[in-house]
Protein backbone atom coordinates (compact mmCIF):
# COMPACT_ATOMS: atom_id res chain seq x y z
CA UNK A 1 0.00 0.00 0.00
CA UNK A 2 3.17 2.44 0.94
CA UNK A 3 4.81 2.20 -2.29
CA UNK A 4 1.13 2.45 -4.33
CA UNK A 5 0.95 5.85 -2.35
CA UNK A 6 4.36 6.92 -3.09
CA UNK A 7 3.79 5.83 -6.82
CA UNK A 8 0.52 8.42 -7.46
CA UNK A 9 2.50 10.91 -5.57
CA UNK A 10 5.48 10.82 -7.86
CA UNK A 11 2.85 10.38 -11.22
CA UNK A 12 1.21 13.75 -10.15
CA UNK A 13 4.16 15.09 -9.15
CA UNK A 14 5.59 14.76 -12.76
CA UNK A 15 2.11 15.99 -13.66
CA UNK A 16 2.44 18.83 -12.42
CA UNK A 17 5.90 20.02 -12.97
CA UNK A 18 5.07 18.66 -17.34
CA UNK A 19 2.42 21.31 -16.26
CA UNK A 20 -0.51 19.39 -17.71
CA UNK A 21 -1.90 15.31 -16.59
CA UNK A 22 -1.88 14.11 -19.77
CA UNK A 23 1.38 15.42 -20.92
CA UNK A 24 3.45 12.44 -21.51
CA UNK A 25 6.87 11.71 -19.82
CA UNK A 26 10.35 12.45 -21.46
CA UNK A 27 13.99 11.48 -20.82
CA UNK A 28 14.21 14.51 -18.60
CA UNK A 29 11.60 13.73 -16.27
CA UNK A 30 12.94 10.40 -15.02
CA UNK A 31 16.85 12.12 -15.06
CA UNK A 32 14.94 14.71 -12.48
CA UNK A 33 13.81 11.60 -10.36
CA UNK A 34 17.29 9.89 -10.69
CA UNK A 35 18.06 13.28 -9.06
CA UNK A 36 16.17 13.34 -6.24
CA UNK A 37 16.97 9.72 -5.34
CA UNK A 38 13.93 7.95 -5.95
CA UNK A 39 14.14 4.44 -5.83
CA UNK A 40 14.85 2.57 -9.11
CA UNK A 41 11.86 -0.08 -8.09
CA UNK A 42 9.30 2.71 -7.72
CA UNK A 43 10.88 4.52 -10.97
CA UNK A 44 9.76 1.75 -12.65
CA UNK A 45 6.42 1.34 -11.77
CA UNK A 46 6.21 5.16 -12.90
CA UNK A 47 7.01 4.39 -16.29
CA UNK A 48 4.29 1.65 -16.66
CA UNK A 49 1.60 3.89 -15.01
CA UNK A 50 2.34 6.98 -17.22
CA UNK A 51 2.09 8.12 -20.82
CA UNK A 52 6.05 8.23 -22.04
CA UNK A 53 7.58 9.73 -24.83
CA UNK A 54 11.09 8.61 -24.86
CA UNK A 55 14.48 9.02 -26.29
CA UNK A 56 15.99 5.45 -26.45
CA UNK A 57 18.56 5.86 -28.67
CA UNK A 58 21.87 4.66 -27.21
CA UNK A 59 23.95 8.47 -26.85
CA UNK A 60 20.10 9.15 -25.00
CA UNK A 61 20.85 5.89 -22.80
CA UNK A 62 24.50 6.40 -21.94
CA UNK A 63 23.70 9.88 -20.76
CA UNK A 64 20.90 8.61 -18.57
CA UNK A 65 23.62 5.96 -17.16
CA UNK A 66 26.65 8.45 -16.93
CA UNK A 67 24.08 10.65 -14.39
CA UNK A 68 23.58 7.61 -12.52
CA UNK A 69 20.69 5.67 -13.91
CA UNK A 70 20.02 2.19 -12.89
CA UNK A 71 19.80 -0.61 -15.79
CA UNK A 72 16.84 -1.51 -14.16
CA UNK A 73 15.10 1.88 -15.50
CA UNK A 74 17.13 1.52 -18.68
CA UNK A 75 15.61 -1.76 -19.18
CA UNK A 76 12.11 -0.23 -18.21
CA UNK A 77 12.92 2.84 -20.25
CA UNK A 78 13.43 1.09 -23.19
CA UNK A 79 10.49 -1.51 -23.02
CA UNK A 80 7.60 1.32 -22.69
CA UNK A 81 5.48 2.14 -25.17
CA UNK A 82 4.17 5.71 -25.80
CA UNK A 83 0.26 4.33 -24.99
CA UNK A 84 -1.35 6.65 -22.60
CA UNK A 85 -1.90 4.78 -19.35
CA UNK A 86 -3.74 4.87 -16.36
CA UNK A 87 -3.86 7.82 -14.39
CA UNK A 88 -4.19 8.02 -10.42
CA UNK A 89 -8.03 8.33 -9.05
CA UNK A 90 -8.87 12.43 -9.31
CA UNK A 91 -9.05 12.19 -5.43
CA UNK A 92 -5.40 11.05 -4.68
CA UNK A 93 -4.15 13.62 -6.71
CA UNK A 94 -6.56 16.39 -5.22
CA UNK A 95 -5.10 15.27 -1.84
CA UNK A 96 -1.49 16.19 -3.27
CA UNK A 97 -1.92 18.75 -5.10
CA UNK A 98 -0.21 21.26 -2.94
CA UNK A 99 2.87 18.69 -2.77
CA UNK A 100 3.19 18.26 -6.34
CA UNK A 101 3.38 22.44 -6.87
CA UNK A 102 6.09 22.57 -4.17
CA UNK A 103 7.85 20.51 -6.59
CA UNK A 104 7.51 22.00 -9.32
CA UNK A 105 10.18 24.14 -9.44
CA UNK A 106 13.67 23.23 -8.41
CA UNK A 107 14.10 24.91 -5.91
CA UNK A 108 12.69 24.64 -2.24
CA UNK A 109 9.79 22.15 -1.36
CA UNK A 110 9.04 23.68 2.31
CA UNK A 111 8.00 27.52 3.06
CA UNK A 112 10.19 27.39 6.06
CA UNK A 113 12.49 25.26 8.43
CA UNK A 114 9.86 24.53 10.77
CA UNK A 115 7.30 23.19 7.88
CA UNK A 116 10.15 20.74 6.57
CA UNK A 117 9.18 17.29 7.72
CA UNK A 118 12.05 14.93 8.42
CA UNK A 119 12.24 13.35 4.95
CA UNK A 120 12.98 16.31 3.76
CA UNK A 121 12.17 16.84 -0.16
CA UNK A 122 12.95 12.90 -0.62
CA UNK A 123 9.43 10.70 -1.45
CA UNK A 124 8.14 9.59 2.00
CA UNK A 125 8.80 5.39 2.51
CA UNK A 126 11.67 6.34 -0.40
CA UNK A 127 15.29 5.10 0.81
CA UNK A 128 16.71 8.52 -0.03
CA UNK A 129 13.67 9.79 2.91
CA UNK A 130 15.00 7.30 5.39
CA UNK A 131 18.80 8.69 4.54
CA UNK A 132 17.58 11.74 5.22
CA UNK A 133 15.61 11.26 8.68
CA UNK A 134 18.96 9.23 9.63
CA UNK A 135 20.72 12.78 9.23
CA UNK A 136 17.97 14.18 11.35
CA UNK A 137 17.79 11.19 13.98
CA UNK A 138 19.33 12.83 17.59
CA UNK A 139 20.90 10.04 19.79
CA UNK A 140 19.43 9.62 23.13
CA UNK A 141 22.15 12.06 25.17
CA UNK A 142 21.64 10.56 28.80
CA UNK A 143 23.72 7.21 27.25
CA UNK A 144 27.31 6.81 27.45
CA UNK A 145 29.26 8.30 24.72
CA UNK A 146 31.73 6.13 22.85
CA UNK A 147 34.65 7.47 22.46
CA UNK A 148 36.08 7.11 18.69
CA UNK A 149 39.47 7.74 17.83
CA UNK A 150 40.60 9.83 14.91
CA UNK A 151 41.70 8.22 12.38
CA UNK A 152 41.55 4.37 13.25
CA UNK A 153 38.27 3.91 14.56
CA UNK A 154 36.98 6.02 11.78
CA UNK A 155 38.70 3.79 8.91
CA UNK A 156 37.35 0.76 10.92
CA UNK A 157 34.15 2.17 10.43
CA UNK A 158 34.82 2.03 7.01
CA UNK A 159 35.65 -0.67 6.12
CA UNK A 160 33.10 -2.49 7.71
CA UNK A 161 30.18 -0.44 6.16
CA UNK A 162 31.63 -1.08 2.92
CA UNK A 163 31.40 -4.75 2.89
CA UNK A 164 27.68 -4.59 4.05
CA UNK A 165 26.52 -1.98 2.43
CA UNK A 166 29.27 0.00 -0.22
CA UNK A 167 29.33 3.67 -0.69
CA UNK A 168 28.99 6.16 -3.56
CA UNK A 169 25.06 5.81 -3.82
CA UNK A 170 21.78 4.73 -2.18
CA UNK A 171 21.12 2.26 -0.32
CA UNK A 172 18.10 0.20 0.81
CA UNK A 173 16.58 1.70 3.72
CA UNK A 174 16.19 -1.51 5.30
CA UNK A 175 19.77 -2.32 5.12
CA UNK A 176 20.87 0.65 7.20
CA UNK A 177 19.75 -1.71 10.29
CA UNK A 178 23.18 -3.68 9.03
CA UNK A 179 25.40 -0.75 10.50
CA UNK A 180 24.84 -2.10 14.22
CA UNK A 181 27.47 -3.72 16.82
CA UNK A 182 30.84 -2.44 14.73
CA UNK A 183 33.70 -3.12 17.05
CA UNK A 184 35.79 -0.37 17.92
CA UNK A 185 38.27 0.92 20.28
CA UNK A 186 35.83 2.39 22.50
CA UNK A 187 33.37 -0.43 22.30
CA UNK A 188 30.28 -1.17 19.86
CA UNK A 189 28.78 0.78 17.74
CA UNK A 190 26.24 1.45 14.70
CA UNK A 191 24.47 4.11 13.18
CA UNK A 192 22.47 6.39 15.55
CA UNK A 193 25.23 5.51 18.58
CA UNK A 194 25.93 8.62 20.81
CA UNK A 195 29.79 9.38 20.13
CA UNK A 196 32.46 11.57 21.01
CA UNK A 197 35.44 12.24 19.66
CA UNK A 198 38.42 15.19 20.39
CA UNK A 199 40.60 17.19 17.20
CA UNK A 200 41.15 19.63 15.93
CA UNK A 201 39.22 21.75 13.28
CA UNK A 202 40.68 23.10 10.25
CA UNK A 203 40.50 26.15 8.45
CA UNK A 204 41.69 27.97 5.48
CA UNK A 205 43.94 28.14 3.24
CA UNK A 206 44.73 24.97 4.41
CA UNK A 207 41.11 23.34 3.60
CA UNK A 208 37.28 24.59 3.60
CA UNK A 209 37.13 24.85 6.92
CA UNK A 210 33.65 25.13 8.63
CA UNK A 211 31.07 26.43 6.03
CA UNK A 212 27.35 25.98 5.73
CA UNK A 213 26.13 23.24 3.18
CA UNK A 214 23.56 24.81 0.61
CA UNK A 215 20.22 23.69 -0.73
CA UNK A 216 20.25 19.91 0.61
CA UNK A 217 17.24 17.69 0.72
CA UNK A 218 17.13 16.67 4.08
CA UNK A 219 16.57 20.71 4.88
CA UNK A 220 14.45 21.07 2.02
CA UNK A 221 16.28 22.99 -0.28
CA UNK A 222 16.05 25.68 1.79
CA UNK A 223 18.73 28.38 1.43
CA UNK A 224 21.19 30.48 3.43
CA UNK A 225 23.62 29.50 7.00
CA UNK A 226 20.41 29.39 9.23
CA UNK A 227 18.73 26.99 7.26
CA UNK A 228 21.52 24.25 6.55
CA UNK A 229 23.74 21.58 8.00
CA UNK A 230 27.61 23.05 8.87
CA UNK A 231 29.77 20.84 7.81
CA UNK A 232 32.85 21.02 9.82
CA UNK A 233 36.08 18.97 9.07
CA UNK A 234 37.99 17.49 12.05
CA UNK A 235 41.48 16.17 12.17
CA UNK A 236 43.41 14.09 14.92
CA UNK A 237 45.98 16.60 15.32
CA UNK A 238 46.40 20.85 14.50
CA UNK A 239 48.02 21.28 11.19
CA UNK A 240 46.78 17.99 9.86
CA UNK A 241 45.07 17.87 6.22
CA UNK A 242 41.38 17.65 5.58
CA UNK A 243 42.13 14.71 3.51
CA UNK A 244 43.30 13.01 7.17
CA UNK A 245 40.42 13.86 9.27
CA UNK A 246 36.60 12.99 9.07
CA UNK A 247 33.48 15.54 8.98
CA UNK A 248 31.01 16.57 11.97
CA UNK A 249 27.71 18.56 10.88
CA UNK A 250 25.27 20.84 12.75
CA UNK A 251 21.65 20.59 11.61
CA UNK A 252 19.71 23.70 11.83
CA UNK A 253 17.02 22.88 13.63
CA UNK A 254 17.02 24.28 17.13
CA UNK A 255 20.48 25.46 15.85
CA UNK A 256 20.14 28.84 17.68
CA UNK A 257 19.34 27.53 20.98
CA UNK A 258 23.11 27.25 21.06
CA UNK A 259 25.23 30.17 21.02
CA UNK A 260 28.32 29.97 18.46
CA UNK A 261 26.85 27.60 16.58
CA UNK A 262 27.57 28.97 13.28
CA UNK A 263 30.14 29.38 11.03
CA UNK A 264 31.76 32.35 11.96
CA UNK A 265 32.13 31.12 15.40
CA UNK A 266 34.16 28.02 14.26
CA UNK A 267 35.76 29.83 11.98
CA UNK A 268 37.66 31.91 14.38
CA UNK A 269 38.10 28.52 16.64
CA UNK A 270 39.78 26.57 14.12
CA UNK A 271 42.10 29.76 13.34
CA UNK A 272 43.28 29.95 17.15
CA UNK A 273 44.11 26.18 16.97
CA UNK A 274 41.99 24.91 19.74
CA UNK A 275 41.37 21.68 20.83
CA UNK A 276 37.45 20.51 20.64
CA UNK A 277 35.43 18.06 22.23
CA UNK A 278 32.45 17.17 19.87
CA UNK A 279 29.62 14.58 21.36
CA UNK A 280 26.53 13.41 19.15
CA UNK A 281 24.96 11.04 16.66
CA UNK A 282 26.83 8.14 14.27
CA UNK A 283 25.77 8.85 10.69
CA UNK A 284 27.02 6.79 7.47
CA UNK A 285 27.04 9.17 4.59
CA UNK A 286 27.07 6.84 1.72
CA UNK A 287 26.02 8.87 -0.67
CA UNK A 288 29.35 10.14 -1.11
CA UNK A 289 32.88 8.35 -2.18
CA UNK A 290 35.72 8.55 0.78
CA UNK A 291 38.59 11.01 -0.56
CA UNK A 292 41.56 11.05 1.94
CA UNK A 293 44.05 10.97 -1.20
CA UNK A 294 45.69 14.31 -0.82
CA UNK A 295 47.53 13.74 -4.26
CA UNK A 296 44.63 12.01 -5.96
CA UNK A 297 41.66 14.07 -4.88
CA UNK A 298 38.20 12.95 -6.17
CA UNK A 299 36.29 15.81 -7.89
CA UNK A 300 33.00 16.71 -6.07
CA UNK A 301 33.83 14.60 -2.66
CA UNK A 302 34.34 16.23 0.28
CA UNK A 303 38.04 15.13 2.04
CA UNK A 304 38.15 12.63 4.57
CA UNK A 305 39.10 9.65 5.46
CA UNK A 306 35.76 8.06 6.44
CA UNK A 307 32.12 8.64 4.99
CA UNK A 308 31.30 7.99 9.12
CA UNK A 309 30.04 11.38 10.65
CA UNK A 310 28.88 12.73 13.66
CA UNK A 311 25.78 14.33 12.96
CA UNK A 312 23.86 15.88 14.26
CA UNK A 313 26.41 17.09 16.62
CA UNK A 314 24.73 17.25 20.09
CA UNK A 315 27.51 19.21 22.20
CA UNK A 316 30.18 20.93 20.98
CA UNK A 317 33.09 22.53 23.48
CA UNK A 318 36.41 23.73 23.10
CA UNK A 319 39.78 23.96 25.21
CA UNK A 320 41.21 27.35 24.76
CA UNK A 321 43.49 26.58 27.81
CA UNK A 322 47.70 26.73 26.44
CA UNK A 323 48.30 23.75 28.93
CA UNK A 324 45.45 21.69 26.99
CA UNK A 325 42.36 20.14 28.86
CA UNK A 326 41.60 16.75 30.30
CA UNK A 327 39.83 14.02 27.89
CA UNK A 328 38.26 12.60 31.21
CA UNK A 329 36.41 15.68 32.77
CA UNK A 330 34.80 18.51 31.62
CA UNK A 331 36.79 21.09 33.53
CA UNK A 332 38.48 24.04 31.55
CA UNK A 333 36.11 23.65 28.76
CA UNK A 334 34.07 25.84 27.35
CA UNK A 335 30.74 26.24 24.97
CA UNK A 336 31.12 28.29 21.87
CA UNK A 337 29.18 30.77 23.27
CA UNK A 338 32.52 31.93 24.84
CA UNK A 339 34.09 32.53 21.31
CA UNK A 340 30.87 34.42 19.85
CA UNK A 341 32.16 37.71 18.23
CA UNK A 342 29.39 40.16 19.01
CA UNK A 343 29.62 41.33 15.09
CA UNK A 344 27.98 38.55 14.08
CA UNK A 345 25.23 38.10 11.77
CA UNK A 346 23.50 35.18 9.62
CA UNK A 347 24.54 34.65 6.16
CA UNK A 348 20.90 34.55 4.08
Known amino acids: MKRFVILLFLVSMMAAQSGSPGHPLTNDDFAK ?13 VIGFSSTHLNTSAEAMQSLK ?8 LDAMTAAQPAIHAQPPQGVAAQIEGVAKASKSSGACATDLASCKDTGCAVPGSDHAVFNQAKR ?5 SA ?3 VLKIPEDFEALQEVAEKKVGSG ?3 AGDSRTELVDIDTSGGKVGEGSLVRVFGFLTAKPAGLGPHPNTGESVNCKLRGEPNNDI ?6 QAGESEFQGIVVEMIPQDRNKNPGWDSKTLIAVAKKGFEVWIEGGLF ?5 KVNGDQDNPLSGQPARISLWEIHPITTFLVCSNPAGCSHKS ?11 TKSHTHTQ
Open 33 to 45: MVEQHIAPAVIVK
Open 169 to 171: DDI
Open 330 to 340: KTGWKPLSAFK
Open 137 to 141: HRPDI
Open 231 to 236: HIPVVD
Open 284 to 288: YDNEH
Open 144 to 146: KPV
Open 66 to 73: AAGTSLEV
